[in-house]
């Protein structure tokens, strides 16, 4: 396996601003979380079988979760025409899930089958969730959850693998997370 070093200048090169490797049970959840996506703020909520509620309870998640030794953390920042530059958010939001679909398919012998991968906001594999449609999802094995959905406080994440939460005016940043080791 890599070392820690490798693993977080890998992360480096495939364009993450910050990586690191913190353990599993210094991180802190929060079941209270999930207001944030009951709010339905982004319009996601019921509309993704990897977004609340389908996505599932978020006790069961968080103790899932908590069956893991180490969590490989990497955040992505984006610059930003204006605050209100939605597609630049988006755009960013793309590139930091198409990161971890990278992280999921070529660090695979490292983290092994059994890993939690997840990403920032809902799936965004498909252009549209085969939820809206009342069908399965088309790509179990690629769909990817999000931290918040799994009831982690990213923002103290984040102060935990040494990132800043927030990286400036007119900037975004994304985080996604790799959960390996038993
Ligand atoms: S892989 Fe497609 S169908 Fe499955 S949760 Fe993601 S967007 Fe929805």
Excluded at 52 to 75: F, M, N, S, T
Excluded at 81 to 105: I, K, P
Excluded at 126 to 152: H, I, N, Q, T, W
Excluded at 166 to 179: E, H, S
Aim: contains cysteine; charged residues 25%.
């Amino acid at each position: 396996m890599k070392s820690e070093t490798e693993l977080v200048q890998t992360l480096l090169d495939w364009g993450a601003y910050r990586a690191g490797v913190v353990p599993v049970a210094n991180i802190e959840f929060e079941p209270e979380f999930r207001k944030m996506c009951e709010s339905n703020a982004c319009g996601m909520y019921g509309k993704s079988w990897m977004c609340p509620p389908c996505v599932g309870p978020v006790d069961e998640l968080i103790a899932r979760a908590k069956g893991y030794r180490w969590a490989l953390v990497y955040q992505t920042v984006d610059n930003l025409e204006d605050s209100y530059d939605f597609e630049g958010m988006m755009a960013a939001g793309q590139r930091m899930n198409e990161l971890t679909q990278r992280v999921r398919a070529e660090l695979a012998d490292e983290f092994g089958p059994d890993a939690l991968h997840l990403g920032a906001g809902g799936c965004r594999l498909c252009p549209v969730c085969a939820k809206r449609e009342d069908k399965p999802c088309r790509f179990p094995d690629k769909a990817l959850a999000s931290l918040e959905a799994y009831g982690m406080n990213v923002s103290r994440l984040a102060e935990l693998a040494g990132m800043k939460y927030i990286n400036g005016q007119d900037t975004v940043t994304y985080f996604g997370a790799v959960l390996f080791g038993r």
